[in-house]
């Protein structure tokens, strides 16, 4: 150009693009468009998440617990596979030591418990079961307790890339109630689908199953779902003793309402947001925040 100054280079690219000819026409440029802003919504959608799930309910230490949680899902195996022998210490080590007793692991998850929500994960379930068979208050303290997980497959060959997507892309959780009393079992309220119960009559109405925390349980902790973030609500020795109790009149009350389960609501959330309501344990307010909303669609939703 003589005499006058050349365009910027950002300028002249710019003009390029808004004159370029696309090679296709039609509903195939729409199809092509259309395409474009789904990738882009699911990428926006997954980024939101990522965010989320790293900066709530992180803790003192956030750096600390993302460690923690990729080293849980590194050694969580698929359904059917053995714990490696160096995953606990490598969890663990540091705090426990490499093979604590149950009066250790008694006194961590108190002391985890106390300082609100906490892990309760796939390597730490399987090193209670190796030492006492099953999860009781030998060494999960007794309490009612929220427990909250992302929700994947557990087997081959999905799980191994899964189980990192839905902890962290995925941020909404299914929520479950766990019950641990002085004596006996540790037992869990878990509500979904029929058919996820293998209920074959009405395969879609909302239901909830009672059962022993054991790895036949709906909600125990599994390579898909190896991170479950628990809160206690309350260890007043009374409130434990009848819990189960009021979860089983709970789950008749579910029966009886008959409802068809959704994505939003009444689903798993809802179930389990009213029976910590009516219990006292939560207010109305409490269950229709923002941040809950989010993070357990369908939580706030109507108790009818």
């Not at 730490?124 to 999960?140: E, P, T, W, Y």
């Not at 191994?160 to 962290?168: C, D, N, S």
């Not at 293998?198 to 909830?208: E, K, M, N, V, W």
């Not at 809160?231 to 009021?246: Q, S």
Request: charged fraction near 20%; glycine fraction near 8%.
């Amino acid at each position: 150009m003589t005499g006058e100054q050349k365009p910027p280079r950002a300028r002249r690219l710019l003009e390029r693009v808004r004159h370029a000819r696309h090679p296709l026409r039609g509903w195939r440029r729409w199809a092509v468009v259309v395409g474009q802003g789904l990738i882009g919504f699911v990428a926006l959608f997954a980024v939101v998440n990522l965010t989320l799930s790293l900066s709530t309910f992180r803790g003192e230490d956030p750096l600390a617990r993302t460690v923690q949680e990729l080293r849980v899902l590194w050694f969580s195996p698929p359904d059917g596979r053995p714990m490696s022998a160096a995953a606990f210490p490598t969890v663990y080590g540091r705090d426990l030591g490499p093979a604590p007793d149950t009066a250790a692991i008694h006194a961590f998850l108190e002391r985890e418990a106390e300082d609100g929500v906490f892990l309760l994960d796939h390597v730490m379930i399987d090193r209670i079961l190796k030492l006492n068979g099953r999860v009781d208050a030998r060494s999960l303290p007794s309490g009612v307790y929220v427990g909250a997980h992302a929700l994947g497959p557990d087997g081959l060959p999905l799980v191994p890339v899964t189980k990192f997507l839905a902890q962290y892309l995925l941020f909404p959780r299914h929520a479950y109630i766990l019950v641990v009393p002085e004596e006996g079992p540790a037992i869990a309220f878990s509500a979904s689908q029929n058919a996820k119960f293998g209920i074959d009559d009405h395969p879609d109405r909302l239901s909830a199953e009672i059962a022993p925390y054991t790895p036949d349980a709906y909600d125990f902790p599994s390579s898909g779902e190896a991170l479950h973030e628990m809160t206690r609500i309350t260890d007043d020795p009374d409130r434990v003793a009848g819990a189960v109790e009021a979860l089983r009149a709970a789950q008749a009350r579910l029966a009886q309402e008959g409802l068809t389960y959704g994505l939003l609501a009444p689903n798993s959330n809802t179930a389990v947001g009213c029976v910590l309501e009516r219990a006292g344990a939560v207010t109305e307010a409490q269950r229709s925040s923002i941040l809950l909303a989010l993070r357990a669609p369908g939580f706030g939703a109507a108790c009818g």
